[in-house]
Structure formats: structure tokens, C-alpha cells
């Protein structure tokens, strides 16, 4: 963790805290949250955002200027989940390219990806996306030049050493290399977010 | 009831925005303009936040299947009432049978339809708003089809008819002046490329969404490796993807995103956002987050006296 958090503002209604880790991130959102001065606070990877309302500018700049300087280790995240990955075919179209930029052959790389132990970083983009670390930082895959226009949902991507698992169909820019049958968000179940950011995956081949 | 003749090209349920869960990757949603909605509820008796709907390049029109009370603001190129031209920013009472349409504007892009005790629609996470993506809120999550019936539990006819004060009507020419403040990765412009955003007449591109807009005309060059990690987003943050041309983010931007944050739209102009249209040339007008937020204060208290409360 770092010595000082210190606030930056990046509009006149939003702040934001720079911080180390996944982790620190979701947990200083954590502790912000509590508060309840904010209108939403956004963990990013290394970043926290408090967007507020502008009418209580001078309450939240005391707030922001006395910021925690410690953030709390809080409750551990639910269990490990095992998501099962169809790597390649149809929906993983970029396996073959991907394995070819990075000097693998594709048995060794679902061989890595497969065997590495996984945690959620962040949960964004749309509802239930999740943005999953894991792989070691030696791969780096950038994105693809296009975005797609179209993918299904369930789609599993690769960028820099994220894995992403695209929760809706709809466009995407990041090369898939299979696809997940299970269903990351479904508006209807009682918890419609299957993951959760700190959660421990792990990927399954068949 | 409203029963739906012509749906427009996307006419969707809107209310309060989804907020506090932009953690799970939701998005706000709510109007486009917020503003608009707010002043159509107010001419029907609603809280400003009450369902209604929001129609996009007009092409609308609706059958009253019981008395009602609606109002109009926004864009519009003329609303009728069976065929006789009736007035926006007023208080409509509508017979059994009558006959609503909306015409496609001719400047702006999206008319706001409140109703007198606002729509049913699908509360999902707090709010009845329509989220297409992902298909919750609103009316099965969809825009609206042919044949659609609108429940409206409490519409009235509701015993008054008021006007927007004139003051108050927000009018949209094909020119835009945004105020706008520096954001988190401003710096990873050339100083040349900040002069450019904050001084330039930018066109509005083609492609608009309620999930964002391009701004075309002068491409910058971003001193981005394109491996940024991703970082929150909001409605009003300016994007500088790749191929230099900005993105302005709407009410259903995404949650996070790869791109530089160069600019952020003002709170005060961010109701705008959803008026503009492809062609529409747009300035930004650079301001200090302390400058933004007096600018808030003085839109705010313009609207309040007549609203009740502070609309944007």
C-alpha cells in the first residue's frame, strides 16, 4: 500500500484515488461506500472514482482531504469458482493468432491459462463483464485493431494478461480465445452477477 | 393507457438513472436529457423523476385508450392531437380515442413524453429506466413495438394546464457550446492537441448512441502504448481512443474504460448531450472544476424556482 492516498479531482463532480492493487482498490471502494457521501464509487484496477453531487462539494472535499490512510483487509471474497472454457473452435476464433504472437502452441497456452490460479480484478464495462488476472505478466496481447461488431455472450477474451468474459453479446475488442457456457450476468437469477471482484477462478478445459 | 400506433425509430421507457451500481458494470441510463424530461413531468404534476418516454428523431404517434394528461418538451417537429397542431411545454388532455403524433425534429434528437402519474414499467436494480444492452427496465427491457400498451395507472385527466415559462424552454439549434474540465489523463495529450480540443469546432460523427458520440474534424495524437489499464468512466468523460477522434459518453456509458480521460462535460451542459445530433458542429468550452460548479449553481437556480428542485 502506499504512504499517502491522495485525492485528484478529474471533473468537477468526480474525484480520483490512485492506489497499488485490484485488491486496494476494491477495498478502499469498500470503506467509501460505507460513507455514503457519494453518488458512486467506481474501483478500477489501480484506480478508485467517487462521482458526487456537486451541491455537497465542500462536505466531500473535507471527506476527500482526511481520506483513511490505511485500507481495512474486510471480509474475504466467496468462494473459488470453476468456469469451464470451450478454448478455440467457433466462438474462440483468435486462439490460433494469439498463441502465434505469443510462441506458444495452443496446447501449451490452455495448458497455462488452465493450470494458472485466477482472481477477479474488477467487475465493469457492462453488467457483469469481469476483467480476471492471472496470467503471468510476460503475456501481452493487444487488442484487436477492429473492435467486433458482434460477439455471443460468454465469449472469453485475452488483453494484456486479462482474461475477459464478455457477460452480453454485443461488440467487443479484445481477441477471443474460447467461450463459457456459464452465464455471467442473468438479470433474472437472485443474484444476477455470478462473480465477484477478489474472487478466486479457476478455468476448466473440455 | 397509450396504445402504440408508429414506435419511432427507438422510443424507450425512462426515469430515475440506475445509480450505485456501476460496480457491477451497470450503467446509468435514465433520459438522455434529463432537463427535458424533468419539465415535461413538471407540466403533468410528477416528481421530475417519474417515468415517461423518450422518443429519438420523433416518427411517434399513440391512441389514447382512457382520458389522460401528457405534455411534450424537447425536440420535436410538431406534435398533433387527431391532426390538429397542439402545443409542446403545455399540459395536453387527452380523450378516449384520441389520436397522439409526434414529428421527427428538425433540430435536436430526442422529445420527452411525461404522463400524469408516470408509466408502469419494470423496476431492475432500483429503477424503471430502459437499459437496451443488457435488456431490464422499461417495458420488457426493449424499445417499443407496434401495438404496445402503456399502462398509466393514475393518468388522469388531471384538472390543470400549465405552460413552461418561455425563459425556460431549452431551445437546440445545430450548434453546440459544451463547458467542459481537463480530466485524469489530459496530460497524456501533446500540449498542442489540448490547445486543439479546447478551441476547435468539432462535427458530430455519424455514429451516436445513447452510450456515446464521436466528435470528428480534428483527430489528435495520443501518447497512449494502447495497454492503459482500465479505469471508471462516467456519462460526460471524454475518451481519446487510438484513432484520435474523442468520444463524448452518454446517460449508458459503460462503467470503465481503456481509453485517456482527456475532458470531462460540465455537469450544467450534460443534459445537452442527448440533443445532439450527426452534422451538429460542437465546441468545448474549457473551465476549472470550481468555475463548473458555480456554472451548475446558476443553471440550477435558473429551473429551480419553477421545478422544485434542482434538475441537473
Not at chain 1, 137 to 164: E, F, K, N, Q, Y
Not at chain 2, 17 to 35: K, N, Q
Not at chain 2, 135 to 162: C, E, T
Request: aromatic share 6%; proline share 9%; hydrophobic share 40%.
Amino acid at each position: 500500500m502506499r504512504a499517502r492516498l491522495t485525492a485528484v479531482q478529474i471533473a468537477e463532480d468526480v474525484f480520483e484515488i490512485a492506489v497499488d492493487t485490484p485488491a486496494d482498490a476494491q477495498r478502499l471502494a469498500l470503506e467509501l461506500r460505507k460513507i455514503g457521501l457519494a453518488e458512486d464509487v467506481v474501483a478500477g484496477i489501480n484506480r478508485v472514482a467517487v462521482s458526487f453531487d456537486p451541491a455537497r462539494h465542500d462536505q466531500v472535499m473535507a471527506w476527500m482531504d482526511d481520506l483513511p490512510q490505511t485500507v481495512p483487509t474486510n471480509e474475504a471474497p466467496p468462494p473459488a469458482v470453476d468456469i469451464p472454457i470451450q478454448y478455440g473452435g467457433e466462438f474462440g476464433p483468435d486462439l490460433a493468432n494469439v498463441c502465434a504472437a505469443l510462441g506458444m502452441t495452443q496446447a501449451a497456452f490452455v495448458d497455462l491459462h488452465s493450470s494458472c490460479t485466477h482472481a477477479v480484478d474488477m467487475i465493469g464495462f457492462t453488467p457483469g463483464f469481469a476483467y480476471i488476472s492471472g496470467l503471468p505478466d510476460s503475456v501481452s496481447v493487444p487488442r484487436l485493431d477492429m473492435p467486433r461488431p458482434r460477439l455471443i455472450a460468454g465469449s472469453v477474451g485475452i488483453s494484456g494478461a486479462l482474461t475477459g468474459i464478455y457477460a452480453l453479446a454485443g461488440p467487443g475488442g479484445w481477441p477471443l480465445i474460447g467461450h463459457t457456457s456459464v452465464c455471467l450476468f442473468d438479470k433474472d437469477r437472485e443474484s444476477p452477477f455470478l462473480l465477484a471482484p477478489l474472487q478466486t477462478v479457476r478455468f476448466v478445459p473440455i | 393507457m397509450l396504445h402504440v400506433i408508429e414506435p419511432g425509430l427507438q422510443t424507450t421507457l425512462q426515469g430515475a438513472p440506475r445509480r450505485g451500481h456501476r460496480h457491477f458494470g451497470v450503467a446509468y441510463s435514465g433520459p438522455a436529457d434529463p432537463l427535458s424530461m424533468a419539465l415535461a413531468n413538471r407540466l403533468v404534476g410528477n416528481a421530475g423523476e417519474a417515468t415517461g418516454l423518450e422518443i429519438t428523431y420523433g416518427g411517434f404517434s399513440a391512441e389514447a385508450r382512457s382520458p389522460c394528461s401528457i405534455a411534450l418538451t424537447g425536440a420535436h417537429g410538431g406534435v398533433s392531437v387527431n391532426e390538429v397542431p397542439a402545443s409542446d411545454h403545455r399540459t395536453l388532455h387527452l380523450s378516449r380515442g384520441d389520436q397522439l403524433q409526434v414529428r421527427a425534429p428538425t433540430s435536436g434528437t430526442r422529445c420527452y413524453l411525461a404522463i400524469r402519474g408516470g408509466f408502469d414499467a419494470a423496476v431492475y436494480l432500483g429503477s424503471s429506466s430502459t437499459y437496451l444492452p443488457a435488456g431490464f427496465g422499461g417495458l420488457d427491457g426493449r424499445s417499443l413495438q407496434l401495438g404496445d400498451d402503456l399502462i398509466a395507472p393514475h393518468a388522469g385527466p388531471w384538472d390543470r394546464q400549465i405552460e413552461t415559462p418561455h425563459a425556460l424552454r431549452p431551445v437546440f439549434l445545430n450548434a453546440f457550446a459544451l463547458r467542459a474540465c481537463p480530466s485524469a489523463e489530459t496530460d497524456t495529450l501533446p500540449s498542442k492537441d489540448v490547445e486543439m480540443l479546447f478551441r476547435e469546432k468539432y462535427t458530430l460523427g455519424r455514429q451516436t448512441s445513447r452510450m456515446g458520440v464521436f466528435l470528428k474534424g480534428h483527430p489528435m495524437q495520443p501518447r497512449s502504448d494502447g495497454m492503459m489499464k482500465s479505469v471508471p468512466v462516467f456519462p460526460g468523460t471524454i475518451q481519446c481512443p487510438p484513432s484520435g477522434d474523442p468520444i463524448i459518453l452518454l446517460c449508458d456509458a459503460q462503467t470503465t474504460g481503456g481509453y485517456p480521460r482527456i475532458a470531462h462535460i460540465a455537469r450544467c451542459d450534460r443534459h445537452l448531450l442527448g440533443q445532439l445530433r450527426p452534422g451538429n458542429s460542437v465546441r468545448l468550452i474549457k473551465r476549472t472544476p470550481n468555475a463548473a460548479v458555480q456554472d451548475l449553481r446558476a443553471k440550477n437556480a435558473l429551473f429551480q424556482p419553477w421545478l422544485g428542485f434542482d434538475p441537473i
